[in-house]
């Protein structure tokens, strides 16, 4: 989990949210937390005990995608602070496709919620990895 957790503070920092390196602090509590979250929801899905490495940045990503949903649902980030510039207008992995709007009625939060929808991905990309169990 550590190296998930290093993985996870380098891509916020990426992406510029400032995450505090104080031990046991609330970013902290919340990663874990998120970490734990994601982790149980792709092994429920997948039938595996463990994440396999070819989900590793995805998982990332579903932990990145929760970590700031849960902070803006709290009302501890501020969005409007966020850069949302170095945001492609469109991005395809594979059959999944998300478009930016970036015309000047676009507000912060809504480039953020769906900066968030396409951090979160969804179960299609678990299907190679999917284990039958009886």
């Given at each position: 989990?550590?190296?998930?957790?290093?993985?996870?503070?380098?891509?916020?920092?990426?992406?510029?949210?400032?995450?505090s390196?104080?031990?046991?602090?609330?970013?902290?509590?919340?990663?874990?937390?998120?970490?734990?979250?994601?982790?149980?929801?792709?092994?429920?899905?997948?039938?595996?005990?463990?994440?396999?490495?070819?989900?590793?940045?995805?998982?990332?990503?579903?932990?990145?995608?929760?970590?700031?949903?849960?902070?803006?649902?709290?009302?501890?980030?501020?969005?409007?602070?966020?850069?949302?510039?170095?945001?492609a207008?469109?991005?395809?992995?594979?059959?999944?496709?998300?478009?930016?709007?970036?015309?000047?009625?676009?507000?912060?939060?809504?480039?953020?919620?769906?900066?968030?929808?396409?951090?979160?991905?969804?179960?299609?990309?678990?299907?190679?990895?999917?284990?039958?169990?009886?």
């Amino acid at each position: 989990m550590s190296n998930m957790l290093e993985d996870v503070k380098t891509r916020l920092k990426s992406l510029g949210v400032p995450i505090s390196n104080e031990p046991n602090n609330q970013d902290e509590i919340l990663l874990n937390f998120s970490i734990v979250k994601v982790t149980n929801h792709i092994n429920n899905h997948t039938n595996l005990s463990e994440i396999p490495l070819g989900l590793h940045e995805i998982a990332v990503d579903m932990v990145v995608g929760e970590f700031l949903y849960t902070k803006k649902s709290m009302g501890a980030l501020a969005i409007e602070t966020l850069d949302f510039e170095l945001i492609a207008k469109q991005v395809q992995d594979g059959d999944t496709n998300v478009t930016f709007a970036v015309d000047a009625n676009n507000t912060p939060e809504a480039q953020f919620n769906s900066f968030i929808a396409y951090l979160q991905h969804n179960e299609v990309d678990f299907t190679r990895y999917r284990v039958m169990v009886w």
